[in-house]
């Protein structure tokens, strides 16, 4: 199972480049390692077992932050709007999005980052998204706010985008114009 000393941080390599597509169909290995992924996933928002591994409880995770430049994610979590996102991805992309900007009040954080780095992180509010899930299915989601951040942020990762990387240098609590917070 995966823990946290799988998880690489800040100054790993695969952090900070370009992830290679994931062949398809995907191998076993693939698979193998999206599943555990989303179990990981799901294991940080479990009490007893996010405590027994101590595990940082998170809402989501892509294979750069396991140190394999591959392009997958996972995700699981239920944005405010009570719709659940529980789900591994290969090779997402985002094909449109709103010039609407959101972002969470609060910043962001990354587990793979072990500091805090205060700032607001600018985000599209609105993003269309392609990618294969974890049954080898082609899906197409459209989402917004919080579950649009989320994916956004993991997507990131893939390009060797860090969250720190979209705040503002001379004004870090600067809010993009318009924009609304999604939480
Ligand atoms: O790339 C993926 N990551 O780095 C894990 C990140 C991904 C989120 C950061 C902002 C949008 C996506 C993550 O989940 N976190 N960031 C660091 C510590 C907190 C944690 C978090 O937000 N936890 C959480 C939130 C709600 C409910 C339960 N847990
Ligand atoms: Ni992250």
Redesign the pocket.
């Known amino acids: 199972m995966i823990t946290m000393k799988d998880i690489v941080r800040e100054g790993y390599p695969t952090l900070t480049e370009s992830a290679a597509p994931v062949e398809m169909p995907p191998n076993k290995e693939d698979q193998e390692t999206l599943t555990d992924m989303l179990t990981f996933i799901q294991n940080s ?1 479990d009490p007893e077992i996010s405590e027994k591994y101590e595990l ?7 294979a750069p ?1 396991l140190g394999l430049s591959k392009r997958m994610m996972a995700v699981h ?1 239920e944005d405010l709007n009570g719709n659940s996102y529980s789900d591994g991805y290969y090779n997402p992309k985002i094909i449109s999005h709103s010039v609407e900007q959101t972002y ?1 009040s609060t910043g ?5 980052v072990d500091r805090e780095v205060p700032g607001i992180v600018p985000r599209h509010m609105r993003i269309t998204i392609k990618a294969i899930n974890l049954n080898g299915e082609p899906v197409k989601l459209r989402l917004k706010g919080y579950a649009a ?2 994916f956004q ?2 997507i990131d ?1 893939l390009n060797g985008i860090m ?1 720190y990387d979209h705040i503002n240098k001379n004004d870090p609590f600067k809010t993009p114009d318009g924009a609304k917070p999604c939480d």
Do not use: N
């Open positions: 928002q940082r409880p998170g809402v989501g995770l892509a932050q979590f969470i962001e954080g990354c587990l793979s951040v989320v942020h993991e990762h969250f």
